[in-house]
């Protein structure tokens, strides 16, 4: 069974830019989340979908982050106009409802954004 | 006051010893207590988790968890070269579908 996976691997960008961040869950996860480590600091969530619902934003730290999940698949996440601390690693986990599965979210090898 | 408190180390022991980890944490709604193993350039990976008080242990790994001290560790017995990576604690507040909480995450290395 295929991880979850993330696109790209790395990215560079110049502030003012925007990037797509894409995050392809395990077949089946109806949870998705968003985390981002900063360098030096832990790792911090950033949103949670249950299909293709926001279930909590609470850790967006802007609205210059948008995340989507059109048709509870796939997700993306957009930063416009992306800022130099925006820099880090950003995860996707996923994770089966609670009714059919434990409690372990399989997290993604991360998209390590670089602003410059 | 942060809500998970993990030394990041680097931690650097012989093969065979020891190891011991740990995380204090702040807000006593946690329920459910992991360990996430990240190897470099990986995401994170489920090592073992605990609910609420208690021991749990799979082979030569231990969990503790002391919700009176919120006061969190892991313990690798016969530590192997193999077990070199950052450990990060992590708390939920419900099982599923609730964000984690993370640490720092502890880097160990393990020399042979």
């Known amino acids: 069974e295929a991880g979850v996976t993330q696109f790209p691997s790395h990215s560079v960008i110049e502030k003012g830019q925007t990037v797509t961040l894409r995050c392809d869950p395990i077949?089946?996860?109806?949870?998705l989340y968003w985390y981002r480590r900063v360098m030096g600091k832990e790792i911090k969530f950033l949103l949670h979908?249950?299909?293709?619902?926001?279930?909590?934003e609470s850790g967006m730290p802007n609205n210059r982050f948008l995340a989507e999940r059109t048709g509870g698949t796939y997700s993306t996440l957009k930063v416009q106009p992306a800022e130099l601390e925006d820099s880090g690693v950003y995860f996707c986990?996923?994770?089966?409802?609670?009714?059919?599965?434990?409690?372990?979210?399989?997290f993604g090898p991360g998209t390590r954004l670089t602003v410059t | 006051q942060k809500e998970v408190e993990q030394d990041p180390g680097p931690l650097s022991v012989p093969e065979g010893a020891i190891v011991s980890l740990n995380c204090t944490y702040s807000?006593?709604?946690?329920?459910?207590f992991m360990w996430y193993r990240q190897y470099s350039r990986k995401g994170p990976e489920l090592l073992m988790y605990?609910?609420?008080?208690g021991n749990k242990e799979d082979g030569r790994f231990t969990a503790q968890v002391d919700k009176s001290s919120k006061y969190i560790s892991l313990f690798i017995r016969d530590s192997q070269p193999s077990d070199s990576a950052t450990y990060l604690c992590?708390?939920?507040?419900?099982?599923?579908?609730?964000?984690?909480?993370f640490g720092k995450g502890t880097r160990l290395s393990v020399i042979a």
């Open positions: 986990a996923s994770s089966p409802l609670p009714r059919t599965g434990g409690i372990e979210q399989y």
């Open positions: 077949s089946g996860h109806d949870n």
């Open positions: 979908f249950v299909k293709e619902s926001k279930q909590d």
């Open positions: 807000n006593s709604a946690f329920q459910y």
């Open positions: 605990t609910y609420s008080s």
């Open positions: 992590a708390m939920s507040l419900n099982s599923g579908n609730t964000p984690l909480v």
